[in-house]
């Protein structure tokens, strides 16, 4: 089995900080990449940040010079820093991971929980 476990979120107010964090383990052979979507209720989820392996991070237009997405492979974790929060920031956001479980396993995304950030006007 594979778990993603985050943690970080909480009530803010605008124009504050919060930092989620997420750690992937289980059975993992190797990951591709981490990311970070968010949902609103009632609303798709949307991709907020996505870091592939050696590769580089991308991020939704209405998070970029705000949100930064980082992490360490080795320690298959990702962290998403959130600066200058909006109300309109607010949502649950799920940490996910594309990996396979051996070397010739297939490619499967994985999801973590959920946490919930709130952004007070």
């Known amino acids: 089995q594979v778990h993603l476990v985050e943690s970080g979120g909480g009530l803010v107010q605008a124009g504050g900080s919060l930092r989620l964090s997420c750690a992937a383990s289980?059975?993992?052979?190797?990951?591709?990449?981490m990311g970070w979507y968010r949902q609103v209720s009632g609303k798709q989820r949307e991709l907020v940040a996505n870091?592939?392996?050696?590769?580089?991070?991308n991020y939704a237009d209405s998070v970029k010079g705000r949100f930064n997405i980082s992490g360490d492979y080795a320690e298959n974790t990702v962290f998403l820093q959130m600066n200058s929060l909006k109300p309109e920031d607010t949502a649950v956001y799920y940490c996910?991971?594309?990996?396979?479980?051996?070397?010739?396993?297939?490619?499967?995304?994985?999801w973590g929980q959920g946490t919930q950030v709130t952004v007070s006007s």
């Open positions: 996910t991971a594309s990996l396979r479980r051996g070397r010739f396993a297939n490619w499967d995304d994985y």
């Open positions: 289980g059975s993992i052979f190797s990951i591709r990449s």
């Open positions: 870091r592939p392996y050696g590769g580089s991070a």
